[in-house]
């Protein structure tokens, strides 16, 4: 307000001034034009000096005017700088409205000065873009990879900035990588080129090889992977020639029974695989080879011996065999040679691409022998001569083969779908589709099962006059009970008893049937252990046999048929001592059943065992 006040004082004394000079110089040119000339002279040019006043005053105002209104569009110009900066830049700068009091020039500089500042910020930003884009380019242009774009309106915001610099760094740590890949990559042309005792043919090769400082390319890094590749091929093809040449050597050696110790030597120590060990083991097997053809027959004998071993390990039946007509061949040639020579290395890769069904198919064969061998032993009438409680460790690994073999076979029927799958036809063993195979020992198994049961049926329901039996019944059982009770789920006696144990418990026995007689009397225990004896030696089926031996006792009067009873785990007969604690001391007391001798009774009783935990039932 007071420089307001002083350029308002000012100004005053400026207009007089003005004022003043102008009447002054008015005042002297009308008193010279009036001496000079007439009045009506002299008014003349006071009004041409008035219009130049007002020419004079008019151009000063449109010169003012013009100026004011350049200076309004450069200021509305700055404003609109501004705002495109702004949206470039992405930023927010509030320019506001132009005071009433402060002059257009001034305003204007204000606003020129925040555009200068905008200004700056964007040429940097932009120069940071371009030689951001431009190492992106350099480094794509080496690595073969696609430019990522910024854009120039408007620029990229922050973040994308950032993740501009990040591609950039991982171009940057993908040429270091690229450029260790490639000094490897010479480094292993060049060992595999020595090793193939090889040099480089051309000058790009050469070049390639050679120079750490060759411009980095896509197109130089795939001819160094391709040289590369090419020598690692070579190495690899001559690594398999050398162990394929060895393995020949040693087989050669072995069937050519050589005893030459400086070639074996010379064989042996050549162990690096390069070209040298290549043609030492060339040369070698060149030798042999010779030596081979001059030994056909030998040759020719030992492939049959190996091929019938690998027959055996395949399970080949007798008609795949002879479907190998060579084999029976007499005259010896380098093609018969070279067809036993083909049939062993079929038959090496089938056992060996096929190895753990065969694995599997034999573990079962020994389970399934060892179960048969249990259940046989489960059938022998002597398998309550028990010691040690085998027929309980017999029952258990019975139940572990019965768990195991199904195991086994669902692996080995999985192990044969893939293989039907990729082959295209059945897995056989000894001529048969080995799945057909299993399931026959499988319906054997219980037919084997079932056979020994109805065998027994028949003989149970069978009288010794040769009519039918009527089934067991609850009733029927119930009507055949004995003088001190049952006789159901009884168990057989074997066949074959310790005498002393058997005397003892007929003598129990008769003295329970017989609770009045006169204990000092030997003669009804010595008839209950005649009669005892005589019916241990029955077979199976019934017969009556003699005691030493004689001739069956044909009266059947003598016939004296002792029923199963059970018997503890571990121990077959007999009963446990007075003295002992055993909680089952006071068992059942077995019981036996004399047959009438006018045949009174002609139903028997329930002869049938449960084959689990003792046998097979007979």
Same mark, same amino acid.
């Given at each position: 307000?007071?420089? !307001?006040?002083?350029?308002?004082?000012?100004?005053?004394?400026?207009?007089?001034?003005? *004022?003043?000079?102008?009447?002054?110089? @008015?005042?002297? *040119?009308?008193?010279?034009?009036?001496?000079?000339?007439?009045?009506?002279? /002299?008014?003349?040019?006071? $009004?041409?000096?008035?219009?130049?006043?007002?020419?004079?005053?008019?151009?000063?105002?449109?010169?003012?005017?013009?100026?004011?209104?350049?200076?309004?569009?450069?200021?509305?110009?700055?404003?609109?700088?501004?705002?495109?900066?702004?949206?470039?830049?992405?930023?927010?700068?509030?320019?506001?409205?132009?005071?009433?009091?402060?002059?257009?020039?001034?305003?204007?500089?204000?606003?020129?000065?925040?555009?200068?500042?905008?200004?700056?910020?964007?040429?940097?930003?932009?120069?940071?873009?371009?030689?951001? *884009?431009?190492?992106?380019?350099?480094?794509?242009?080496?690595?073969?990879?696609?430019?990522?774009?910024?854009?120039?309106?408007?620029?990229?915001?922050?973040?994308?900035?950032?993740?501009?610099?990040?591609?950039?760094?991982?171009?940057?740590?993908?040429?270091?990588?690229?450029?260790?890949?490639?000094?490897?990559?010479?480094?292993?042309?060049?060992?595999?080129?020595?090793?193939?005792?090889?040099?480089?043919?051309?000058?790009?090769?050469?070049?390639?090889?050679?120079? !750490?400082?060759?411009?980095?390319?896509?197109?130089?890094?795939?001819?160094?992977?391709?040289?590369?590749?090419?020598?690692?091929?070579?190495?690899?093809?001559?690594?398999?020639?050398?162990?394929?040449?060895?393995?020949?050597?040693?087989?050669?050696?072995?069937?050519?029974?050589?005893?030459?110790?400086?070639?074996?030597?010379? $064989?042996?120590?050549?162990?690096?695989?390069?070209?040298?060990?290549?043609?030492?083991?060339?040369?070698?097997?060149?030798?042999?080879?010779?030596?081979?053809?001059?030994?056909?027959?030998?040759?020719?004998?030992?492939?049959?011996?190996?091929?019938?071993?690998?027959?055996?390990?395949?399970?080949?039946?007798?008609?795949?065999?002879?479907?190998?007509?060579?084999?029976?061949?007499?005259?010896?040639?380098?093609?018969?040679?070279?067809?036993?020579?083909?049939?062993?290395?079929?038959?090496?890769?089938?056992?060996?691409?096929?190895?753990?069904?065969?694995?599997?198919?034999?573990?079962?064969?020994?389970?399934?022998?060892?179960?048969?061998?249990?259940?046989?032993?489960?059938?022998?009438?002597?398998?309550?001569?028990?010691?040690?409680?085998?027929? *309980?460790?017999?029952?258990?690994?019975?139940?572990?083969?019965?768990?195991?073999?199904?195991?086994?076979?669902?692996?080995?029927?999985?192990?044969?779908?893939?293989?039907?799958?990729?082959?295209?036809?059945?897995?056989?063993?000894?001529?048969?589709?080995?799945?057909?195979?299993?399931?026959?020992?499988?319906?054997?198994? /219980?037919?084997?099962?079932?056979?020994?049961?109805?065998?027994?049926?028949?003989?149970?329901?069978?009288?010794?006059?040769?009519?039918?039996?009527?089934?067991?019944?609850?009733?029927?059982?119930?009507?055949?009970?004995?003088?001190?009770?049952?006789?159901?789920?009884?168990?057989?006696?074997?066949?074959?008893?310790?005498?002393?144990?058997?005397?003892?418990?007929?003598?129990?026995?008769?003295?329970?049937?017989?609770?009045?007689?006169?204990?000092?009397?030997?003669?009804?225990?010595?008839?209950?252990?005649?009669?005892?004896?005589?019916?241990?030696? /029955?077979?199976?089926?019934?017969?009556?046999?003699? @005691?030493?031996?004689?001739?069956?006792?044909?009266?059947?009067?003598?016939?004296?048929?002792?029923?199963?009873?059970?018997?503890?785990?571990?121990?077959?007969?007999?009963?446990?001592?007075?003295?002992?604690?055993?909680?089952?001391?006071?068992?059942?007391?077995?019981?036996?059943? $004399?047959?009438?001798?006018?045949?009174?009774?002609?139903?028997?009783?329930?002869?049938?065992?449960?084959?689990?935990? @003792?046998?097979?039932?007979?």
């Amino acid at each position: 307000m007071k420089s !307001n006040k002083m350029y308002t004082m000012k100004f005053s004394e400026h207009k007089a001034r003005i *004022l003043a000079l102008t009447a002054d110089h @008015v005042d002297q *040119l009308h008193a010279m034009w009036t001496k000079m000339f007439e009045p009506q002279a /002299c008014e003349d040019c006071i $009004v041409r000096l008035e219009a130049h006043a007002h020419s004079f005053y008019t151009d000063i105002l449109k010169e003012s005017r013009d100026k004011e209104q350049s200076i309004t569009s450069d200021i509305a110009a700055l404003r609109t700088e501004a705002t495109d900066l702004k949206r470039l830049l992405h930023k927010t700068v509030d320019l506001g409205q132009q005071p009433d009091d402060v002059p257009l020039v001034i305003w204007y500089m204000k606003l020129d000065t925040i555009n200068d500042n905008l200004r700056v910020e964007l040429a940097s930003r932009r120069a940071e873009i371009s030689e951001l *884009l431009q190492q992106q380019q350099q480094l794509c242009d080496e690595l073969g990879e696609l430019p990522h774009p910024l854009l120039a309106d408007p620029l990229p915001m922050p973040e994308e900035m950032d993740s501009f610099r990040e591609r950039l760094a991982q171009l940057r740590d993908q040429r270091v990588q690229r450029l260790k890949e490639m000094d490897q990559l010479r480094h292993n042309i060049k060992h595999n080129m020595k090793l193939l005792e090889l040099h480089t043919k051309t000058d790009l090769e050469k070049q390639l090889v050679n120079s !750490n400082s060759y411009r980095l390319t896509p197109e130089s890094y795939e001819r160094l992977q391709a040289m590369h590749k090419q020598y690692a091929d070579q190495v690899q093809e001559l690594r398999e020639r050398i162990d394929e040449m060895r393995d020949k050597i040693h087989l050669l050696w072995q069937r050519l029974r050589l005893t030459d110790e400086y070639a074996m030597r010379r $064989v042996r120590d050549s162990t690096s695989y390069n070209q040298r060990t290549y043609d030492i083991l060339r040369e070698e097997l060149e030798r042999c080879q010779v030596m081979r053809q001059q030994n056909l027959k030998n040759f020719i004998d030992q492939l049959r011996i190996e091929i019938n071993e690998w027959w055996d390990l395949t399970l080949k039946s007798t008609k795949e065999r002879r479907r190998f007509t060579s084999y029976y061949c007499d005259t010896p040639s380098e093609d018969v040679l070279e067809l036993f020579e083909i049939e062993l290395d079929h038959l090496k890769e089938f056992y060996n691409s096929n190895r753990r069904i065969f694995e599997l198919y034999s573990k079962r064969g020994e389970l399934r022998a060892r179960m048969e061998a249990l259940e046989a032993k489960a059938n022998d009438p002597n398998r309550f001569n028990n010691r040690g409680g085998q027929l *309980l460790k017999e029952e258990k690994e019975r139940k572990t083969m019965m768990s195991r073999l199904p195991k086994i076979d669902h692996q080995i029927t999985e192990l044969v779908k893939v293989y039907m799958t990729q082959a295209n036809t059945p897995f056989l063993v000894h001529g048969e589709d080995i799945l057909d195979s299993m399931s026959a020992d499988w319906e054997r198994h /219980c037919e084997s099962k079932k056979q020994p049961s109805a065998k027994k049926m028949d003989t149970n329901t069978t009288n010794t006059t040769g009519k039918m039996k009527p089934p067991l019944t609850p009733n029927t059982i119930k009507s055949n009970r004995g003088i001190h009770g049952t006789s159901f789920s009884l168990k057989k006696t074997p066949s074959k008893v310790n005498a002393s144990i058997t005397a003892k418990s007929t003598g129990n026995l008769h003295k329970r049937r017989h609770p009045n007689h006169d204990r000092n009397s030997p003669q009804p225990a010595a008839a209950a252990k005649r009669n005892l004896i005589t019916s241990l030696e /029955c077979n199976n089926s019934g017969a009556i046999l003699s @005691v030493n031996g004689q001739k069956p006792l044909k009266s059947p009067q003598k016939k004296v048929r002792v029923l199963e009873y059970s018997v503890r785990r571990g121990k077959a007969f007999g009963r446990p001592s007075t003295g002992s604690r055993n909680p089952q001391r006071n068992r059942p007391i077995p019981q036996i059943y $004399v047959r009438p001798p006018s045949g009174e009774e002609n139903e028997s009783p329930n002869e049938e065992s449960n084959d689990r935990g @003792v046998g097979c039932s007979k």
